[in-house]
């Protein structure tokens, strides 16, 4: 999913969050507990538009993706490592720990 895909869904969920406080304003009033709701909303929304216009355009939410080939790698890629690792399964009758 784009960055772009990202911020609207994040403003579809704001705006339904904004919807949802105002019904919950007419039922319970107008106290300080709503406002603060309120006000809590509004700078959400204040903030997603700030990310909306710092966002580059066309920018993704995560990297490409990189495609790794099937073929097998060069197995001169390996010559200087050690059989590290590798236990007990290189030399017959030992155990490992």
């Known amino acids: 999913m784009s960055l772009h895909d990202e911020l609207t869904a994040a403003q579809r969920c704001l705006d339904d ?3 949802t406080v105002g019904r919950l304003e007419q039922q319970v009033g107008h106290g300080l507990d709503i406002r603060r ?3 809590d909303a509004d700078h959400l929304r204040e903030s997603l538009a700030l990310l909306r216009e ?3 355009a066309g920018a993704t ?3 490409d ?3 790794i080939p099937d073929a097998p790698y060069d197995a001169s890629l ?3 490592s050690d059989d590290e690792g590798l236990g007990s399964t290189r ?3 030992r155990r490992t720990p």
Request: no cysteine; charged share 25%; net charge positive.
């Open 91 to 93: 030399s017959r009758g």
């Open 37 to 39: 709701v309120r006000t």
């Open 61 to 63: 939410a995560r990297p």
């Open 78 to 80: 390996w010559t200087d």
């Open 65 to 67: 993706l990189v495609t």
């Open 17 to 19: 969050l904004v919807r």
């Open 54 to 56: 710092a966002a580059p």
